[in-house]
């Protein structure tokens, strides 16, 4: 396992995420300042590929640089808020939902299934066949 790619892999998900959480902020807070600029972002948005954030930015300034810097400026903030407490989330979060699954799939494994040899009598002959089709 590779687990600088890997790192490299998770940054850069991490960066365009928070592209896409400041885009999202800075949505909200013109609908309530600039509702035209507002439904402008939005609608540019939906028509750009925003889940490639550094592609979305380059683009976006052809079109409003002013909006490119502001959003940069929101990402960095959320960057600098957030990832303080990141490492300890996760491992918690993953900790907390592998012990979840474990205890699901050991619940599945203990219990017992009655093994039946004869088809339900309501199933008719093609359910019965098709059941066994890979």
Not at 18 to 28: E, G, K, M, P, S
Request: charged residues 20%.
């Amino acid at each position: 396992m590779n687990c600088k790619q890997v790192a490299k892999d998770t940054a850069r998900v991490l960066q365009n995420y928070l592209t896409y959480q400041a885009v999202r902020t800075i949505i909200n807070q013109l609908s309530e300042t600039n509702p035209s600029q507002a439904l402008w972002l939005r609608q540019y948005t939906s028509s750009h590929n925003i889940q490639e954030g550094e592609v979305y930015l380059e683009e976006l300034m052809n079109e409003n640089k002013e909006l490119v810097l502001r959003i940069m400026s929101v990402r960095e903030h959320l960057a600098e808020a957030v990832l303080e407490f990141l490492p300890e989330m996760v491992r918690v979060g993953i900790s907390q939902a592998n012990m979840e699954h474990r205890r699901q799939l050991l619940t599945r494994l203990t219990q017992s299934q009655p093994v039946s040899s004869t088809p339900h009598p309501e199933a008719s002959e093609s359910e019965v066949d098709d059941s066994f089709n890979p």
